[in-house]
């Protein structure tokens, strides 16, 4: 970084280049980025300002397609690929040749459920490259000394461009199937312009009233366009480019363009005022609208107001000399969000063919007429405390965020509507309630010494309030191996997990008997005790000895959808950090802590490796497994092709609490005496070690995983499969100022 200036004109210059390699083969991110800031005094009442960025951007990862819903991650597939499906092919010999082993299926399966993992991370292709340009050009008049002109005017254009191709020497797939070969092209292009026109007022009155004004005007305009192609059945997968002729005509086949453009219109008008800085009030009202909606939801209405009293100001406080700064304060906003799709409310058509032998066009889209915007109602209420000259600070918030109107994308409806799915509807409430908590104390502060303590402590939870009537609360009504209940519930947290009580293994003949409420059996009317069976769809299959125990919740002797329960959520009880600084002279050392307490992880890569139920290869938990009456433990027998011995339970709902060192920092600044010799300002070297310690029960690769859904719904939460872990970096660094 660069920055100079004078008194008329001031710049500041700035690049940065990164490269990083991945934790998984195959992947790689490289990023140029580079930002110039020009301010200009033409008088003392006008200054003109500029600032100009421009970013690069290349990521390569491992081959993903959206059009193959179920293909499996390439850290799933080796963990589960036999141990002795070798990675290269050998010869008649016993030689390895380099040819990728990939046959066409094998005992385990064929692509896309299994497939060569590393002839996929090294041959397949996912990389996307980016160019964005962003100009702000800012221009800012005094009318007065209290009034004030300001206009902001902002371009950013962005270029993005995504090659993905699927090789047949990772999948072995035979060379008529549609996805060999495949190649993908996209581009997308974005222009959009910014311009924000304020007038503020300024002034205060008596030395004790202290007023701020203003009132704005927002415009954006969006332009979109994306060209995609794919084809496949190439010759070679060395052609690898979707201009190269091949197929174009099938399954996901062939061109599609795509355009969009989208304007919005936002007045703003805001109030704050203090009276003898202890009492602050600041009021707003904020009126948007957007050709996103329809013309009868165009414009949304959004109000704020906030208060703060600091108390430490007033005359009663005087005494009490620990409290240098003592403030309380209240706060009410409400924000919108438009949908990430423009002109939904009308219909669009596309050509699907022909009908009875004539050219047919079809309806893509469900016209939205009564859609509205994605309400974000805030409320905020917190202190803030400094004590003790300074040495403690304590803040503290307590926080609702309801949403209203919020946006679900791609729901499925009904049929008899025409139409599969929808592209986004308002979906509910959610409200989102927490808290937070953060104290630093500076145990000593002179000359030579630093010393101080961080801490902080949070808790957040989603609770659903109210579903639209087209919503559907319940994807899969009874889960079967491999499977949790996709279920949400009213005044339960989203990412709430719905399976059985898993009990263990049944290990003698007594257990497979079917019990009443009062644990009594339960005959037929023969006589006879009644076994417990999984009977769903018909299926009634008998448990026996071996086989995995779920709790009969309706004591009806029959392992159902009835039996599905509440077992935990992904939502933590509590979460945040600690640290400490340890400074001496011009060294210093620095640590933190992050916790993440209470929340449960369903560990779908322990699911797959203790199945016993395909040919996949097992963790060696399975060596425990039932093999003969009067064995006793946990792990069920296994079951080739048959069985439920690994239904969505409670078994692979595991605790996700986790601490982890997060990074360490030594640094050491050079004395201001070598630093004149040297002919700079300042010389500082440092050196920091990231994520190298973790405590945790979680069994799996890593606790700390995305909290997020894996498939876009608020369904599938709180899910690990083989997900790529945190890595621990070493970073050094040396930072000269001239």
């Not at 405390?385 to 803040?395: G, H, P, V, W």
């Not at 279920?487 to 290990?507: C, H």
């Not at 040297?678 to 029960?697: E, F, H, P």
Request: proline share 3%.
């Amino acid at each position: 970084s660069v920055s100079g200036g004078g008194s008329k004109a001031a710049y500041r210059f700035s690049t940065n280049y990164q490269n990083q390699q991945g934790t998984t083969i195959g992947t790689e991110l490289s990023r140029l980025s580079s930002r110039l800031n020009l301010d200009y005094f033409i008088s003392t009442k006008l200054r003109l300002r500029a600032d100009i960025t421009y970013s690069n951007g290349y990521t390569t990862g491992n081959y993903a397609d959206d059009v193959i819903k179920n293909t499996r991650s390439i850290r799933s597939i080796a963990y589960k690929k036999m141990p002795n499906m070798s990675i290269y092919e050998y010869d008649a010999y016993g030689r390895l040749t380099g040819s990728y082993f990939s046959p066409e299926s094998n005992i385990q399966g064929s692509s896309p459920n299994t497939y060569n993992p590393v002839a996929m991370a090294l041959e397949g292709i996912n990389k996307t490259s980016n160019d964005r340009f962003i100009t702000k050009f800012g221009l800012y008049y005094d009318i007065n000394q209290y009034l004030r002109f300001s206009e902001d005017l902002s371009f950013d254009v962005n270029y993005n461009k995504v090659n993905k191709f699927l090789p047949q020497t990772a999948t072995g797939l035979p060379w008529t199937n549609v996805y060999v070969n495949r190649a993908y092209d996209q581009t997308n292009d974005s222009y959009n312009i910014f311009s924000n026109s304020i007038l503020r007022y300024i002034r205060t009155f008596n030395e004790i009233h202290s007023l701020t004004a203003s009132v704005s005007m927002m415009t954006t305009e969006g332009i979109a366009y994306g060209l995609k192609q794919t084809t496949a059945n190439a010759a070679s997968s060395e052609f690898q480019d979707p201009s190269i002729p091949s197929q174009n005509i099938g399954d996901g086949l062939g061109n599609v363009a795509s355009n969009s453009r989208s304007r919005s219109l936002g007045f703003t008008a805001m109030a704050h005022y203090s009276l003898l800085d202890r009492y602050i009030v600041m009021a707003g009202l904020r009126k948007e609208g957007s050709t996103k909606f329809d013309e009868k939801y165009r414009w949304g209405t959004f109000p704020s107001i906030s208060l703060m009293w600091r108390i430490s100001g007033e005359n009663f406080m005087q005494d009490l000399i620990a409290f240098n700064d003592l403030r309380v304060r209240f706060s009410y906003g409400e924000n919108g969000h438009p949908p990430r799709r423009s002109n939904m409310f009308f219909n669009t058509y596309s050509s699907v063919g022909s009908y009875l032998g004539e050219p047919a066009v079809a309806s893509d889209n469900f016209k939205l007429l009564n859609l509205k915007w994605e309400a974000i109602k805030t409320t905020n209420i917190g202190f803030t405390s400094e004590m003790f000259q300074n040495r403690l600070t304590m803040d503290f918030d307590y926080y609702k965020n309801r949403t209203e109107d919020m946006f679900a994308y791609n729901v499925d409806i009904p049929s008899s509507s025409g139409y599969s799915n929808t592209s986004v509807i308002n979906a509910g409430t959610i409200d989102n309630i927490g808290w937070d908590f953060s104290m630093t104390y500076w145990a000593v502060r002179n000359k030579d010494w630093k010393v101080s303590f961080d801490f902080n402590i949070s808790k957040n939870y989603n609770i659903l309030r109210e579903v639209s009537e087209e919503f559907t609360l319940v994807r899969n009504e009874s889960p079967g191996n491999g499977q949790y209940m996709n279920l949400i519930q009213i005044d339960n947290p989203a990412g709430s997990f719905y399976g059985y009580k898993y009990k263990g293994v049944y290990t003698n003949e007594d257990d497979l008997i079917a019990r009443d409420a009062n644990g009594d059996k339960i005959y037929n009317l023969n006589g006879k005790p009644i076994k417990m069976v999984y009977d769903y769809n018909n299926v009634n299959y008998a448990f026996e000895l071996g086989d995995a125990m779920y709790e009969d919740i309706n004591h009806d002797g029959n392992i159902n959808a009835s039996d599905v329960v509440l077992l935990g959520d992904a939502n933590p009880d509590f979460f945040g950090g600690f640290g400490q600084l340890l400074g001496y002279k011009n060294f210093s050392f620095r640590y933190f802590f992050y916790y993440r307490v209470g929340n449960e992880v369903i560990n779908r890569t322990r699911m797959n490796g203790e199945s016993m139920f395909t040919y996949d290869n097992q963790t060696k938990a399975v060596l425990k497994r039932w093999r003969k009456p009067g064995d006793e433990t946990d792990i069920p027998r296994s079951l080739i092709g048959y069985g439920y011995n690994f239904l969505g339970s409670d078994r692979f709902v595991e605790d996700g609490s986790f601490l982890r060192l997060k990074y360490i920092t030594l640094s050491y600044n050079l004395p201001n005496k070598v630093c004149n010799k040297l002919g700079v300002n300042r010389v500082r070297l440092s050196s920091t070690i990231n994520n190298l310690w973790v405590l945790t029960n979680y069994s799996g690769q890593d606790p700390e995983i995305n909290i997020n859904s894996t498939d876009g719904t608020i369904f599938t939460v709180g899910y690990d499969d083989s997900n790529t872990p945190v890595p621990t970096s070493f970073t050094f660094n040396l930072s000269v100022e001239f």
